[in-house]
């Protein structure tokens, strides 16, 4: 089935050290994002990126790195200079489509948990 | 208008109720709109989309409306049910350049039986 994977669903981390969460879409689709959601908020973009080996920074981008060598591929780094990393962690893609009729909605995984002990 | 991190309004309502969650956007040049349900623990799920050249579309008892004049989109849900108890998004797509999906910062709704 085509769609959007994310591993693991629950991360634990001590401080002082990186992890990185995977995402993996089969959906052929060139925009992948990265969100972050803390309990009863909404969603802050970390990063996105609109094709292979391209990646912008969002709205609150500080403590996170990226990467996008392959299309399907988006995995999230969370450094040890995010001074507060346990949230929910969701990534999404979409396409890119210029032409007006062209839908771009997002879909989602179904998130990875972070927490640091 | 785009998420920053601010605690969840919530909407309750009775079981059989309509149900209508609003959204404002910031972006005149927004094109594209999407509401999105999301469960506790799990991602968001697709629930209905519009484009800003029309100003209403309906779907399976969810009706989206757009004011592009005030900028303003809302999701109404007939005969509300307990399982529609989550936390609703929306979210604007502009086309301006690349298409950065922004969220507003979403809504939860609680139905009571």
């Known amino acids: 089935d085509g769609g959007i994977t994310q591993s693991p669903k629950y991360l634990f981390r001590k401080e002082g050290q990186n992890v990185t969460l995977s995402c993996e879409q089969n959906?052929?689709?060139?925009?992948m994002y990265w969100y972050r959601q803390d309990p009863g908020q909404g969603l802050r973009l970390i990063y996105y990126?609109?094709?292979?080996?391209?990646?912008q920074k969002g709205d609150i981008a500080e403590g996170y790195s990226v990467s996008r060598e392959k299309k399907e591929s988006f995995p999230l780094t969370v450094t040890s200079a995010q001074k507060n990393p346990t949230a929910f962690y969701l990534c999404a893609s979409s396409t890119t489509g210029s032409a007006f009729h062209m839908n771009t909605e997002a879909f989602f995984g179904q998130g990875t948990r972070l927490t640091v002990v | 208008g785009e998420s920053v991190g601010l605690h969840l309004p919530t909407l309750s309502v009775q079981e059989g109720d309509n149900s209508i969650i609003n959204c404002a956007y910031s972006?005149?040049?927004?094109?594209?709109f999407i509401w999105y349900k999301q469960e506790s623990g799990k991602g968001p799920q697709f629930i209905i989309d519009i484009r800003s050249n029309m100003d209403k579309r309906q779907g399976q008892r969810v009706t989206v409306l757009l004011n592009k004049t005030v900028k303003h989109l809302s999701l109404q849900i007939a005969a509300t049910q307990p399982g529609d108890s989550a936390v609703y998004f929306c979210?604007?797509?502009?086309?301006?350049?690349?298409?950065?999906?922004?969220f507003g910062t979403g809504t939860r709704l609680l139905v009571s039986p």
């Open positions: 990126s609109q094709i292979v080996n391209d990646f």
């Open positions: 972006n005149s040049a927004s094109d594209y």
């Open positions: 979210a604007e797509n502009s086309n301006t350049g690349f298409q950065k999906l922004v």
């Open positions: 959906l052929n689709h060139d925009a």
